[in-house]
């Protein structure tokens, strides 16, 4: 999974795509305790009030958050006194050269030539100071709410940066009729090797990832288990040296398409479970291979390492493996029913085998042991979520 998602979520983390607020419930002190409940949330920190696709708080990023026509990349319009490209500079000339105008408009006693990026604002200039969340370039950097402060040091406006302690509202999808979606209820914090540590779980974990556009990576890890060291940061109870592991089932597995990595041949068109089952994925993870007979009948199919439902392990595989197609046609279930895709007359597939339910329930379960490492830090308190 390193392959595919350990840069996503880097670069999602980076420019806080992914914000994962955890709240513990009646834990008002960092002590042992038997009965730990929390849940996890989904963070909606970075706003883009114009919905021009770009986004203030993060390097090269919108450098007025409420006019569309201004952004990274857009044509300068000479004359208006506005940085309409994100440069840094108002009505710049075409070799970038700052703006001749050496007359002060706003009244911040600093005009286009010296400096001003907007001169009809006289909040907005090189000299002022960044304001947290009025999505305006105040000290003209080039990006709103942003302040490169160096390597280590949080921007301007950074939800990790005690300085501003920002809130961070909660995206409506972490609940479900009010009540948080993913909860850890039996959790324990207890001394080990004269620690405090969280073991929690399982439980259900889901967040989704931003990729490039258009296109997120759905990560939905079952029977989630949390370990984590418990300690204080300043006045608030966090976790550190964090790992959360589970399983990506083979139904999740097969949902996760779009994605485009040549070293395991997985194509836009292609799923996560093709690559791992069909492809060079399954061998790099040593993930097993299916019993002799269904060997015999469909040569390379594998198993996930994990029997979610303990009927044995579920196997997929590619019934043609001769051809240049790698992708998973048939499951197989624990006890031994085969399930193959539906494929309409055009050669379209109608219904993938991971589609097959039984009892109500997904028939195939079984699943991609996967692992995370985490660190929390302490925030301000939430906003509710929007109703």
Known sequence: ????????????????????????????????????KFAIYLGAYV????????????????????????????PEVPNNSLDDDC????DETADGTPSPEDVDKDGDLISEKAGDCDDTNRAVNDDAVEICGDGLDNDCDGVADYTDRGVGMPAACSPFDPATNAEIPLDPLSFVNGAPAIVFKDGVISQQDGKLVLDAGPSVFSVSIPVIDDLALDLRITGAQIKADVVMEGNAIVLKNGKLGGVIDAKSADA?????????????????????????????????????????????CRTPDIDVDRDGLESFCDSIVDDD????????DGDGTEVRDVVG??????????????????????????????????VKALK????
């Open 47 to 74: 706003p883009d009030a114009d919905n021009d696709g770009d986004k203030p708080y993060i390097a090269q990023g919108d450098c007025n958050d409420h006019v569309a026509a201004i952004g990274p990349g857009n």
């Open 1 to 36: 999974m390193s392959s595919i998602a350990g840069t996503p979520i880097k670069e999602s983390l980076a420019k806080y795509d992914i914000l994962i607020p955890l709240e513990f419930f009646d834990l008002p002190a960092l002590a042992a305790d038997t009965c730990v």
């Open 256 to 300: 996760i398409r779009g994605l485009d990595v040549e070293m395991i041949g997985l194509r836009p068109e292609d799923s996560l479970l093709d690559a791992v089952f069909a492809n060079l994925l399954g061998p790099i993870l040593a993930l097993p291979k299916s019993t002799v007979a269904i060997q015999t009948k469909y040569d390379g």
């Open 87 to 90: 440069d840094g500079l108002a």
């Open 345 to 378: 007359d055009d050669g379209t597939v109608l219904m993938h085998c991971t589609d097959a339910v039984v009892g109500g329930k997904s028939r195939f379960v079984d699943g991609i042991s996967v692992a995370l490492k985490f660190s929390t830090s302490a």
């Open 325 to 332: 197609i790698k992708t998973v046609d048939v499951c197989i």
């Open 384 to 387: 509710p979520p929007a109703q």
